[in-house]
């Protein structure tokens, strides 16, 4: 029998909690995803009168990095919305378990299965609404401390780069200059707007909403809601589509503002896909930074290397800088060990348990043997020094006021590049993806 989550116990307790809210028993459990840091699970239920039914629900392993958008933050809010913006409705909230559970939406979740040109408009445009519906939501009606009614678009992007900013330097011992570069740019380009700022959904994109034949019957991923500008989610998408690709930047543009009736602009849409994608890159990094070895470490690194030349690329063109993208032919060795124990990992405590055959397992035992010699080996090199955060903040200030930043781009490109060549083989398909506007 599958279990909710692999703890007996934890699973014997939310089986009960979830049977007692719906008032139904369990038919069966089918697990959706699980990782690291959560898990999900959908419900069968088998109610007393023969209907069936369904749960979903959402399980903290409690191993995640500490951020303010975690699974308790992300109820209390689907509590106040009840259903607002095509959000699920929630069942309950299970404290000892850190566990959600919601009421099952219907749908399909993979955009990519669609197939039909015809279906892919319908279902595009139907999401652009869903977005502009959860921007229209009145943010004194949620009752939220954490999503305080009045502030302009300027003012909740000031409050947002200074938590994510903040939450960087508190969890990641040796940021990435790019992320720090991306974090100056962005204060000092900062929008004098004082528009009201919106209910942002926050990780919008393919993966994250259910649709049917006709319509978006559901946005799901609520944890990364957050005030701000409404085109965010559109830029959301688009740097969801190194992973998952959706539709251009011009034609969702053009959908936003047709749903939104304002006339929003390229060069607004610029800047908060730099503005989501640089957010991104810290929760990447405070993931890397925990050297869990449950990670996805394949899929997490990969983003974010492929996410650095796309954000290069995109300031590059609000500065108006021409670049060379050429991959260089050589590059420094980035340092290598975390990796070491992510294989021993994976294949030790993984592959192994299922590996039947004698000679093979032999030979498995040897392989995980001679990774822990290489790293043991290879991964005692320190990595070089780099200068202080603070120093790096100010000399990048400087030349952004300047406007003299395009030496410092190029190097950015040319390394993340020759990134990118190393990791051909892991990145697979993902090779040579770009945000493009």
Known sequence: ???IVDDPAKDAA???????RCGAGIASVHRVSGGAFRTSSRVELAGPDGR????FLKIDLGSAPKTPFDLRREHGL??????RARAPRVIGWHEGATAMAMECLPGEA?????????HR???ERSFVDALAECHAVDIASLALDHLPAGLSIGQAIAQELAMWEALLDEGVADPDPLTLFAFRWLHQRLPKDDRPAVLVQGDAGAGNFLFDDERVTGVVDW???HLGHPLEDIGCVLARSL????ASAEHLLALYNAASGVAWTRDELLYVTVLVMARFSVPIALALESRHTGLDYGLTNSYFRLSQISLVRLIALAENVALDEAVPAYGARPPIDFEFDYLRDVLGRIVRPAVDDPYVGYRLDGAIGLIGYLGAALGTEAPAAREDRDVMRKRYADQIAARDIGPTLQAFLSDALWREKLMRDMLGPLHGRRVDL
């Open 110 to 118: 993979v955009y990519a299965t669609i197939q039909d040109d015809a």
């Open 243 to 246: 992973v998952q690709p959706m």
């Open 14 to 20: 939310l089986r009960a909690w979830i049977e007692e």
């Open 78 to 83: 689907l509590a106040r919305l009840d259903g």
């Open 52 to 55: 069936p039914g369904c749960a």
């Open 223 to 225: 944890e990364m809601t």
């Open 121 to 123: 408009a319908r279902i």
């Open 1 to 3: 029998m599958i279990g």
